[in-house]
């Protein structure tokens, strides 16, 4: 994992003002180690603070005695910004500092080692929005990272053309989002919900992608997917999502629009029709 990543002079040496000296090395993007030594001729109190990507990984006091010698390793991994391939981890102590700058492009969206926001679960359910009975999904995202994500939510069914909500999360924090749907209460919804950091039409930024398929009142499937790059509901050519393989209450008569004469056939003999993945997705 940390193979070809290369910092210039990894080992490096910094002082405090109270003569304890830090010896730093970076090791292969994935780990760090510090060392430190008084060598001084009495007793002190110091410290040093290591930051990943701009966010604290740990702040560490101690106190010395001359000639005492104190060791740390940190794993750089978990802490890492999934959103860019260009990072920084800087090491400061008492009037002094050093940086080491790398470059490690992350595939978050296919799953990475990396903590990072994610929506941990999908359920349909009833509610209320704006004081009126409504359809919703309640979306739950997790940020197990020390990262903070400026993140988006935009949630598609077959009867909503997306909806759109502010989707941050504090580190180490769950939230729960209430998301309006426009299909009647009580009938079963089909559709996915997206988080992204940037624009839901670019793949990068991309970061999760749930569909589901659900009823109030009973259990929500979920299952994920790579993120797909879409045209935003405010375009005039904008996403469409279909799932042709469930019958949801936004199909018309109780079958999937826009199937073939054989599919017709085969749906109203009570068949199964499962296309590619069993989804359809149209830009229209």
Same mark, same amino acid.
């Given at each position: 994992?940390?193979?070809?990543?290369?910092?210039?002079k990894p080992?490096?040496t910094?002082q405090d003002?109270?003569?304890?000296h830090?010896t730093?090395e970076?090791?292969?993007?994935?780990?760090?180690?510090?060392?430190?030594k008084?060598?001084g001729?009495?007793?002190?109190?110091t410290?040093?603070?290591i930051?990943?990507?701009?966010?604290?990984?740990?702040?560490?006091?101690?106190?010395t005695?001359?000639?005492?010698?104190h060791?740390?390793?940190?794993?750089?991994?978990?802490?890492?910004?999934?959103?860019?391939?260009?990072?920084?981890?800087?090491?400061?102590?008492?009037?002094?500092?050093?940086?080491?700058?790398?470059?490690?492009?992350?595939?978050?969206?296919?799953?990475?080692?990396?903590?990072?926001?994610? %929506? $941990?679960?999908v359920?349909?359910? *009833? =509610?209320?929005?704006?004081?009126?009975?409504? @359809?919703?999904?309640?979306?739950?995202?997790?940020?197990?990272?020390?990262?903070?994500?400026?993140?988006?939510?935009?949630?598609?069914?077959?009867?909503?053309?997306?909806?759109?909500y502010?989707?941050?999360?504090?580190?180490?924090?769950?939230?729960?989002?209430t998301?309006?749907?426009?299909?009647d209460?009580?009938?079963?919804?089909?559709?996915?919900?997206?988080?992204?950091?940037?624009?839901?039409?670019?793949?990068?930024?991309?970061i999760?992608?749930?569909?589901?398929?659900?009823?109030?009142?009973?259990?929500?499937?979920?299952?994920?997917?790579?993120?797909?790059?879409?045209?935003a509901?405010?375009r005039?050519d904008?996403?469409?999502?279909?799932?042709?393989? %469930? $019958?949801?209450?936004?199909?018309? *008569? =109780?079958?999937?629009?826009?199937?073939?004469? @054989?599919?017709?056939?085969?749906?109203g003999?009570?068949?199964?029709?499962?296309g590619?993945?069993?989804?359809?997705r149209l830009?229209?």
């Amino acid at each position: 994992m940390g193979s070809g990543c290369e910092v210039e002079k990894p080992v490096r040496t910094i002082q405090d003002t109270t003569q304890v000296h830090f010896t730093v090395e970076f090791e292969g993007c994935d780990q760090v180690t510090i060392s430190a030594k008084n060598k001084g001729d009495w007793k002190r109190e110091t410290g040093f603070t290591i930051r990943s990507d701009g966010t604290e990984i740990q702040n560490v006091q101690f106190d010395t005695s001359p000639g005492d010698v104190h060791n740390w390793s940190f794993n750089l991994t978990p802490n890492l910004d999934i959103r860019d391939k260009n990072h920084t981890v800087t090491v400061t102590t008492y009037g002094n500092l050093t940086k080491y700058n790398f470059t490690r492009d992350i595939n978050y969206t296919n799953g990475t080692e990396i903590p990072h926001t994610h %929506i $941990e679960d999908v359920k349909v359910t *009833n =509610g209320t929005i704006d004081g009126e009975p409504s @359809t919703v999904a309640k979306v739950t995202l997790s940020n197990p990272s020390i990262q903070m994500y400026s993140t988006k939510l935009m949630v598609y069914t077959e009867g909503t053309d997306g909806s759109l909500y502010g989707a941050s999360v504090a580190p180490g924090e769950n939230r729960t989002i209430t998301v309006e749907l426009l299909e009647d209460r009580g009938t079963k919804v089909a559709g996915e919900a997206r988080l992204y950091a940037g624009n839901i039409s670019e793949r990068e930024g991309g970061i999760d992608q749930v569909e589901f398929v659900g009823r109030a009142g009973t259990n929500t499937t979920t299952w994920n997917e790579s993120y797909e790059p879409v045209k935003a509901p405010w375009r005039d050519d904008h996403y469409v999502y279909q799932n042709e393989s %469930i $019958e949801t209450g936004a199909d018309r *008569n =109780g079958l999937v629009p826009d199937l073939s004469e @054989t599919q017709l056939l085969y749906a109203g003999a009570g068949v199964a029709l499962v296309g590619l993945g069993g989804l359809k997705r149209l830009l229209t």
